[in-house]
C-alpha cells in the first residue's frame, strides 16, 4: 500500500461509522500513526496527552456502550482514547527541565549561562508552574485579577484559570487526535472521532486517576462503502475566509 502525501490525506479522510470486519488493521501502524501524533504542536512542549489503544476485543465490547453503541464503536478493528492528563504538569516540566540539563549541560552558573537557557530555565522552573498552579480555583482568580490589572498598560497572556488551563490542555490533545487520523488516512487505515461516549464510565474502565480526562474516542478500521455518510459537505469556503 503507497502512503499518501499530506493533501491526498486530508481529502481521503472521512468520519467513518462502518466499519469493514473482514479487513483487520495491523496493529503495529496503528502505534506508529500514534508515535507521529506525539510529535504534533502542543502548548509549550507539556504534552499533557496519553493515547490508550484499545486492541483486546474484550475491551472494546465494553467500551463500545459506553459510546452508546453507535456504528463507528461497534464495527470498530481498534479503538485508541485519547486522555488530558493536566495534572501531569509538574512532572512534564521537569522532564523540560531535564532536556535542558541534557542539551546545555547539568548546573551550569548563571554566569555561564546563554540567554536561551536562561528564558528556557526560567519558563519551565517558574513561568509554567505560575500558570498551572492553583488551589481550588482560587489562586486562579487571583492570578487573573492581577492580569487585568497588568493587561491595562500591556500585552500579556491572559489564560490562566483552571478552566483556561484546561481549555489549553484540550486543544493541544485535540491537536494530536488529527494528526493521528491524518497519519491512519496516509497508510490508507480510517477512523472516527467519537465524543459522544460517557467519558466518566470510560475514565472509570481504565482506571484513570481523578486528575485526567477523556478528551475522545477514535475508532479505527477500513471503511466500507456504506460507512461514509454521504457526500462531505462543508460551508463555503469564502464564508470562513478572511484575509486581513
Known amino acids: 500500500m503507497t502512503e499518501k502525501t499530506v493533501s491526498e490525506a486530508v481529502n481521503y479522510r472521512r468520519s467513518v461509522r462502518v466499519y469493514d470486519s473482514e479487513k483487520p488493521i495491523d496493529i503495529t ?21 496519553e493515547f490508550y489503544h484499545i486492541t483486546s476485543k474484550e475491551m472494546m465490547h465494553k467500551i463500545a456502550p459506553l459510546c452508546f453503541n453507535q456504528n463507528a464503536a461497534r464495527t470498530a478493528q481498534q479503538l485508541v482514547i485519547f486522555v488530558v492528563r493536566k495534572d501531569l504538569w509538574r512532572k512534564r516540566a521537569k ?24 528564558v528556557a530555565r526560567n519558563y519551565y522552573g517558574k513561568l509554567i508552574p505560575f500558570t498551572y498552579f492553583d488551589i481550588f480555583g482560587i489562586f486562579g482568580y487571583i492570578k487573573y485579577l492581577m492580569i487585568l ?22 486543544k493541544t490533545c485535540g491537536l494530536a487526535a488529527q494528526t493521528f487520523m491524518l497519519s491512519m488516512a496516509a497508510e490508507g487505515y480510517d477512523t472516527c472521532p467519537m465524543e459522544g461516549s460517557d467519558t466518566w464510565r470510560i475514565k472509570r474502565l481504565l482506571d484513570l486517576p481523578f486528575g485526567a480526562e ?25 464564508e470562513v475566509y478572511r484575509e486581513i
Open 29 to 49: 501502524v496503528v502505534k506508529k500513526c500514534l508515535e507521529q501524533a506525539s510529535l504534533a504542536p502542543t502548548s509549550s512542549n507539556m504534552q499533557l496527552w
Open 214 to 238: 477523556i478528551n475522545m474516542v477514535i475508532s479505527c478500521g477500513i471503511r466500507k462503502p456504506e460507512g461514509v455518510y454521504g457526500e462531505r459537505f462543508r460551508i463555503p469556503f469564502e
Open 95 to 118: 522532564a523540560n527541565l531535564a532536556f535542558m540539563d541534557k542539551t546545555f549541560g547539568v548546573d551550569n552558573p548563571k554566569s555561564e549561562q546563554s540567554s536561551r537557557e536562561k
Open 149 to 170: 490589572v497588568v493587561g491595562l498598560f500591556r500585552p500579556i497572556y491572559r489564560e490562566v484559570r483552571n478552566s483556561d488551563m484546561r481549555v489549553v490542555a484540550h
